[in-house]
């Protein structure tokens, strides 16, 4: 990424399209009413809201409604909130942003007499957001500051370093020049004014404070009035018979495009007294040049701009490191902004309208370029942002165009005068809560092993230890220097009384060669000593140093491994929440699955159900069609048996008539003839009426009708019966129950090759294709009737036998004498060789062929 703006302040947009956005941060603060009967008109609904209701005098709008506004902020400060409550909201994150070199601006924005000014200074003992933001900022920073004059403004709104010869130097010119202005350090000379305005146990402090770095902290403060900017800190050089007009400045561009006052002061401040001082002196300047040329304090815009420089400090943690490009600078503006009021209400006529019509200028250039701003977000639009109407949104272009955090402050007098004003200014903040500004990034770290200055530190003292161990340094304690002079021979009495004296100066001259010698020995052992030491200092140095570079490089190892388990963390964080997901999704799937599950048993069995009940519903069906059938046969048979005896009756009942008749006929004939006879032959005795013989029925028959002769009338065969059955070589079961009479007739059913019994076993039938019971019954006249009932064998699917009869043959005694006798036999199927089979009529024939199948489990 480009590293942009550095060393200057503040920094040049980059544009990438994903850049992090922030709304602007407004807050809402609303200060006590001056007196207590006075009508209010603003209430604090939540810790976010507040409520306007229109004052007494204008309730009602045009449509004669009540009006009564709500307006959301980040949020609300009541009357109760105390500057340090205010401050720990809205202003701590800007310091800390600040010390991570990110821009930031704040601003105060109400009408007149809202507490804007209250809000930003604050008074003595309640410190505004301004001294606070400083007293954090040196709390923080206050040891790790860099020496006065080692970072230099270059006057193109950069920061260079110097090195602390140049430094050092420059501190002492500045010391010698009366002058440059000489900021006092001491709380003593801190104005009474502005001292004491923050309670020491509401001291803030950030502790993240990089101590690898070395800071300073540069201050400007100037003062926006009329479209005009003026430098507030500038000592130009007073003239009292000729008081010239402060001197304008301009804004111009840096080579990061970032916009600066140029020329503007900038003073280096180290601790919170001095650079409350330098704003006091601005602030008085401000207040001599109002009353001197008639201004209108609240009409003018005031920024106090903190600038913070850093720079790392080198491999050894001694210095700073010499290197521009690895200067941050990162800056906090303060802006006290003129009140919002229209013109008319401040009353100003001729030149101080004009002026007042420029501050409103600014304001509304303000309100336009928010606007504009919050269009082009919102609509995606590109419409021009006319910062350079005014100086005050020229200057701050950067924040909105560029990144950092801003935040405003919004001031709200609750007194019913204010209320129109006061809803202009909610409508102009909710409208820039909608304007968004680029996060500030994070600034790039410098590729040092941090925590240098401790180990320099360490080293500075262990080595100052060891020195004082070895004896201190050499120069210096004169108490020692005496005992070493007395430990020397001493110097014998060197008056001369005689010139002759040839003693006393060779003595003296012994001495002190004595001494000479003892001397150039000592200096002797000290060199060695020094060398030695020297040596062992050389060896410690080198010995240090790669231990140093060990430990840089294990560092860096350690930094590698860091990196290496961060990711492997977050990789591990990925993982178990995928895998979480997927275990998810398993349970999902097995519930899913189970429910199938059971949804295909239940079906199954339903279908098994359904299955079965079509099973019994069709063998229910089959045996009811059987049943059925069985029932058909049986009336049939029945009805079949009634129309022969009927039919039988019927004949012998016409055939007696028909005798009747002719034995009338032949008694009439007799007369006839005997009357005849008597005339002309003898008459025939009259014969005794006599029962015709079937015989003679038979020939009177024949002789009424035409028929063709009994003979042509044999019993038809069925045509599913098949003599060869019979005749052939099969197997038959003939079944006699022990009931049954013999009847001792010659007329029995012969069946060849056939098994006898008396009940049908399984062994049997497994034997034979045929089955034939022979069944007895008392007929109607009184005889008894043999039936022989047929069918065949199968193989049942279950293994056993089943008998389907197929035929029934019936066989029956007939007394010859017994007019109304007969004996006669049905069908000619079967085994049954009959040879008293009569040869009737077709309905003789009973012999029937049905489908009722008898089964028989096995
Ligand atoms: P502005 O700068 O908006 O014109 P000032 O800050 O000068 O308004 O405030 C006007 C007066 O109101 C001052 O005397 C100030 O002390 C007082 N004041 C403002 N806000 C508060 C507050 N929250 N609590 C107490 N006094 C306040
Ligand atoms: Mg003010």
């Known amino acids: 990424m480009q590293r942009a703006g550095k060393g200057r302040t503040p920094r040049r947009p980059k544009k990438p399209s994903n850049i992090e956005k922030d709304p602007v941060g407004v807050y809402c603060r609303i200060r006590p009413l001056g007196g207590e009967d006075e009508e209010c008109c603003v209430e604090m609904i939540s810790s976010s809201t507040i409520q306007l209701h229109a004052p007494d005098g204008l309730k009602a709008n045009r449509n004669g409604e009540y009006k009564e506004t709500q307006y959301c902020f980040k949020k609300v400060f009541g009357i109760k909130t105390t500057q340090i409550e205010l401050f720990e909201d809205v202003a701590k994150t800007l310091i800390e942003d600040l010390i991570h070199c990110k821009n930031g601006l704040l601003f105060t924005y109400g009408v007149t007499g809202s507490g804007k000014t209250y809000t930003m200074t604050g008074s003595p003992g309640e410190g505004g957001l301004l001294p606070r933001s400083l007293d954090m900022l040196f709390n923080s920073i206050g040891p790790f500051q860099a020496k006065r004059f080692v970072f230099k403004p270059d006057e193109k709104n950069g920061i260079e370093v110097q090195n602390q010869l140049d430094a050092l130097l420059e501190r002492q010119k500045r010391d010698s020049q009366q002058s440059v202005p000489k900021t006092p350090s001491s709380r003593q000379r801190v104005d009474p004014e502005f001292a004491d305005m923050i309670n020491p146990d509401q001291a803030c402090k950030f502790e993240g404070v990089d101590e690898d770095c070395c800071y300073s902290v540069f201050v400007s403060y100037i003062e926006i009035y009329n479209n005009y900017i003026y430098d507030l800190l500038e000592d130009a050089p007073f003239d009292p018979i000729r008081p010239k007009p402060p001197q304008s400045k301009i804004l111009r561009e840096d080579q990061n495009h ?28 401000r207040r001599i040049a109002n009353t001197e040329l008639n201004r209108e304090s609240s009409r003018s815009h005031s920024v106090f701009t903190v600038k913070l420089a850093q720079a790392p400090l080198d491999a050894d943690g001694d210095h700073i490191l010499q290197d521009k490009s ?56 590109n419409r021009m942002v006319p910062y350079r109407d005014s100086k005050v949104t020229h200057l701050f272009k950067n924040y909105f165009d560029g990144e950092g955090k801003v935040r405003m402050v919004v001031c709200v007098n609750p007194k019913a005068e204010d209320y129109e004003e006061t809803l202009l200014v909610m409508r102009f903040a909710e409208m820039t809560q909608e304007v968004e500004v680029a996060r500030p990034v994070d600034r790039p770290i410098c590729g040092l092993t941090p925590g240098r200055r401790q180990r320099n530190q360490a080293f500075k003292d262990e080595l100052s230890r060891r020195l004082e161990e070895r004896g201190g340094p050499v120069n210096g304690d004169p108490v020692q220097l005496n005992q070493l002079i007395e430990s020397l021979p001493p110097l014998p009495p060197c008056e001369l009384s005689d010139p002759s004296d040839d003693q006393t100066l060779p003595r003296l001259m012994e001495v002190l060669e004595r001494r000479y010698r003892i001397r150039q020995k000592m200096t002797e052992q000290f060199n060695q000593t020094a060398n030695n030491m020297k040596f062992a200092l050389q060896q410690f140095e080198s010995q240090f140093s790669s231990k140093e570079n060990v430990l840089h490089d294990q560092r860096s190892k350690l930094g590698e491994k860091d990196k290496v388990i961060a990711n492997q963390r977050t990789e591990i964080e990925r993982l178990e929440k995928k895998s979480k997901t997927l275990e998810y999704k398993i349970d999902i799937l097995q519930k899913t699955t189970e429910m199938y599950e059971q949804d295909k048993r239940s079906l199954q069995q339903e279908l098994e159900s359904r299955e079965q009940r079509l099973q019994k519903e069709l063998a229910e069906r089959r045996r009811m069609e059987q049943r059925m059938q069985g029932v058909v046969t049986d009336t049939k048979l029945k009805w079949e048996r009634e129309c022969e005896r009927r039919v039988n009756a019927k004949q012998l009942e016409l055939q007696n008539k028909l005798w009747v008749k002719d034995e009338k006929l032949k008694q009439l004939k007799a007369i006839v003839t005997e009357n005849g006879g008597a005339s002309g032959g003898p008459a025939e005795p009259p014969r005794k009426p006599e029962r015709p013989s079937r015989e003679r029925d038979r020939n009177v028959a024949q002789k009424r009708s035409a028929s063709p002769t009994p003979l042509s009338t044999v019993p038809p065969v069925h045509p599913m019966h098949r003599r060869s059955h019979s005749a052939g070589g099969e197997k038959w079961v003939d079944h006699k129950p022990a009931s049954n009479l013999d009847l001792d007739t010659v007329m029995q059913p012969i069946i060849p090759n056939a098994i006898k019994v008396s009940t049908p076993n399984e062994k049997a039938l497994s034997k034979c294709h045929r089955y034939v019971l022979r069944h007895q019954e008392l007929a109607s006249d009184g005889e008894i009737e043999t039936k022989l009932i047929k069918g065949n064998v199968f193989k049942t699917r279950g293994g056993g036998q089943a008998v389907e009869f197929t035929d029934i043959e019936t066989l029956k005694q007939e007394d010859p004498t017994a007019p109304s006798r007969k004996r006669r036999s049905g069908s000619g199927e079967g085994p049954a060789q009959t040879d008293d089979i009569e040869n009737r009529p077709p309905v003789a024939n009973i012999s029937s062929s049905h489908g009722y199948q008898k089964r028989r489990r096995p």
């Open 258 to 285: 970032n916009m600066y006052v140029a020329g503007c002061t900038e003073v280096e401040v180290k601790s919170t007294e001095e650079a409350f001082d330098v704003f006091w002196k601005g602030q008085k300047k």
């Open 326 to 381: 690895q200067v941050n600078v990162s800056q906090l503006c303060l802006v006290d902004l003129a009140g919002s009021e229209r013109t008319n209400r401040t009353r100003a006529e001729g030149s101080r309208l004009r002026e007042a019509g420029n501050i409103n200028q600014s304001l509304m250039t303000l309100r336009t370029c928010m606007e504009v701003l919050r269009e082009n977000q919102m609509c995606g639009t």
